[in-house]
C-alpha cells in the first residue's frame, strides 16, 4: 500500500474505532438499564470498565505495535472487536436473565456476579479498540520530527469518532431500532473500517454482521403477560397484564410497578391508593394537585373519581410513558388532567401555579434522583403550595431500615415547619409536608371527612402517622449521597434474606 493511501486508511480506520469504543459504551447502558436501571453507580461502574479496558487497550497495543508492526495485524484486532460487539446482546441475554432471578429474590450475589458479568463482556471489544490509536501511531510515524503531529493528528480523529459515537446512538440508532440492531450497526461499522487495511474481500464478515440486524430482538425480558415494550430516550418501558386483568407498568430494572390499571376500580391496592387519604388534611375542597411523576396517570385517575373537582397537573419526564398512560391506563379518563411532558423540578421552577397539594412520586423505586431530595427542591416545592398546603412523598424503604425515609424526611423538614411519615406498606413510607402545623386531635379529626370508600385508608393514616424530626445534616444540590445510601439499605436488606413483595392496602372496592 503506497503511502499516501495507507495514512488515510489509518486515518479512517481511527475514526471508525473511536466511534465503535464510545458507541459500544453508550449502548451498553441501554443493555443495562432494563434490568439495573441507570443510576449513578450504574454508569459509574459501567464507565469505570471502559476506561480500565481502554487503558490496557493503550499499553498493550503499543507493546504489539512495536514488536509486530504490521497493517494487517491491526486490521485483524479491529475486525475481531467488530466480532465481539456483535455478540453482546445475544451472549448477554443470560446473565441478564439470571439478574432478574436475583432482583424477584433481593439477592445480591446473583446481580453483582451477573452485572459484573455483562460488564466483562465489554471489555474484549473495548481493550482491541484501546489498542488501535497507539498501534496506528506506530505505523504512521516516519521519524521523531513528525510524531508530534501524527500522534495529535490521530488521536485528534478518534476523539471526532468517539463524539460521534455518543449521539449517534443516543439521538438516532437507539430509538429508531432499539438496542440489539445499534449493537449491530456498529460491529458492522467496525467491520466495515478493519476492511481499509484487510482488503475489500473481508466485507463479507460485515455483511454477515448485517444480516443478522434481521434478527428480531423480541421481549427483552419474556415476562408472561408482556402486552407493550419499547425503548424511549429515557428508559425501558413494559407493560404487563396480569391473568387477573390488572395491567402494570414496569421501568428499567422493574423492580418497581409505577402504575396499574383495573377495569372496574380505580383503586388498586397498592401506593397510589394511599394518596388519596390526604385531601382531607387540607380542610377545604381540593382544587388544585400537581403530581410530579404522573407515569401512566394511576393517581391522577382515581383523584378524578374521587375528587372531580380538582385540576390535576400531572407532570412526567417521559413523553413515551404518557402515551402508554393514554392507551393502556386509562390517563384520559379524567377530563382535568393536563399532562406535561417535562422533568419535575423545571415544571415547579417555570409554573406560576399555586397548589393545595404536591404528589411527589418521581422516586423510580428503589432509587431517588438525588435532584428530587434536596433542601432546594423542597424549598421550591414550599413556594408552590397555597397557605395550607400538603406535599405527599413515596419513599421506598424496607421493613426495618428506615434510613432514606429519615434523610429524606429530615431535609423536608428543614424547610417546612411539619412533617409526618406513614409507613403506608412494608416497601412504601409517604412523607408529609405540611405548610401549617396540625396537632393530632386536629388531624384525626380532619380525617373523619372524606369520600366513604377511602374510609379505611384515612383510618389507616390517622393511626400510624407519627411525627419526623429534623435530624443530621440536610441534603442539597451539593450534597445528597443518595446511591450510597440506598445501595446499603438494598444490600443489607439482601443479605439478611428479604424478598420483594407486592403489599396491598385495605380498600373498599
Known amino acids: 500500500m503506497n503511502e499516501r493511501p495507507r495514512r488515510l486508511a489509518l486515518a479512517a480506520l481511527v475514526f471508525g474505532a473511536g466511534i465503535g469504543a464510545l458507541a459500544t459504551e453508550i449502548t451498553a447502558s441501554r443493555l443495562l438499564a432494563p434490568y439495573f436501571g441507570s443510576s449513578t453507580i450504574v454508569w459509574a461502574n459501567l464507565i469505570g470498565i471502559v476506561l480500565a479496558a481502554l487503558a490496557l487497550g493503550y499499553w498493550l497495543g503499543g507493546r504489539i505495535a512495536d514488536r509486530r508492526p504490521q497493517p494487517t495485524l491491526l486490521g485483524f484486532i479491529v475486525l475481531a472487536a467488530a466480532v465481539c460487539v456483535a455478540v453482546v446482546p445475544f451472549v448477554a441475554k443470560p446473565f441478564l436473565d439470571l439478574t432478574v432471578e436475583g432482583l424477584d429474590s433481593a439477592s445480591a450475589g446473583a446481580i ?11 471489555t474484549p ?5 484501546g489498542m488501535v ?39 438516532v440508532l437507539i430509538p429508531a431500532i432499539g438496542t440489539q440492531r445499534t449493537f449491530l450497526v456498529v460491529a458492522c461499522l467496525l467491520a466495515i473500517s478493519s476492511c481499509f487495511l484487510l482488503g ?4 463479507v464478515v460485515a455483511a454477515a454482521v448485517a444480516g443478522l440486524v434481521a434478527v428480531p430482538p423480541g421481549a ?49 391496592g397498592g401506593v397510589w391508593d394511599a394518596f388519596l387519604a390526604v385531601p382531607p388534611l387540607l380542610d377545604r375542597p381540593l382544587q388544585r394537585v400537581a403530581i410530579l411523576g404522573n407515569a401512566a396517570g394511576t393517581t391522577a385517575r382515581a383523584l378524578g373519581v374521587y375528587y372531580p373537582d380538582a385540576e390535576i397537573d400531572g407532570v412526567e419526564i417521559d413523553a413515551a410513558v404518557s402515551g402508554v398512560g393514554r392507551t393502556y391506563f386509562g390517563m384520559d379518563d379524567n377530563p382535568r388532567l393536563r399532562v406535561h411532558d417535562v422533568d419535575a423540578r423545571p415544571f415547579l421552577r417555570a409554573t406560576d401555579e399555586r397548589y393545595d397539594l404536591i404528589v411527589v412520586d418521581a422516586y423510580h423505586q428503589p432509587y431517588v434522583p438525588f435532584y428530587l431530595a434536596t433542601r432546594e427542591f423542597f424549598r421550591l416545592v414550599r413556594e408552590r403550595l397555597r397557605p395550607g398546603g400538603v406535599v405527599a412523598l413515596n419513599v421506598a424503604a424496607v421493613p426495618d431500615d428506615k434510613r432514606l425515609v429519615r434523610a429524606i424526611g429530615g431535609t423536608l423538614a428543614a424547610e417546612v415547619p411539619q412533617v409526618l411519615e406513614w409507613p403506608a406498606l412494608r416497601f412504601n413510607t409517604i412523607v408529609l409536608g405540611l405548610v401549617d402545623p396540625l396537632e393530632p386531635a386536629e388531624l384525626e379529626r380532619r380525617l373523619e371527612d372524606g369520600p366513604e370508600d377511602l374510609e379505611p385508608l ?36 439482601a443479605v439478611e434474606g428479604g424478598r420483594l413483595e407486592e403489599d396491598y392496602l385495605p380498600t373498599r372496592p
Not at 453483582?112 to 466483562?120: E, I, N, T, Y
Not at 521523531?144 to 459515537?165: D, F, P
Open 133 to 171: 490509536s497507539p498501534f496506528a501511531i506506530r505505523l504512521a510515524v516516519e521519524s521523531v520530527e513528525t510524531a508530534g503531529a501524527v500522534a495529535g493528528r490521530l488521536y485528534a480523529l478518534s476523539t471526532a469518532g468517539s463524539l460521534v459515537g455518543v449521539f449517534l446512538p443516543a439521538l
Open 125 to 129: 471489544p473495548v481493550l482491541m479498540l
Open 458 to 493: 384515612r383510618e389507616l393514616l390517622a393511626r400510624d402517622v407519627r411525627q419526623l424530626e429534623a435530624s443530621g445534616r440536610p441534603w442539597t444540590d451539593d450534597h445528597a449521597p443518595v446511591e450510597w445510601l440506598t445501595d446499603r439499605m438494598i444490600v443489607s436488606y
Open 220 to 268: 427483552v425480558k419474556g415476562e408472561a403477560g408482556l402486552i407493550h415494550e419499547e425503548t424511549s430516550f429515557h428508559q425501558y418501558i413494559q407493560v404487563v397484564e396480569r391473568p387477573d386483568g390488572r395491567r402494570l407498568l414496569h421501568l428499567n430494572e422493574g423492580v418497581a410497578v409505577h402504575s396499574v390499571w383495573r377495569a372496574d376500580s380505580v383503586l388498586t
Open 112 to 122: 453483582v456476579g451477573s452485572f459484573l458479568a455483562v460488564l466483562l463482556l465489554l
Open 200 to 203: 475489500p474481500r473481508y466485507l
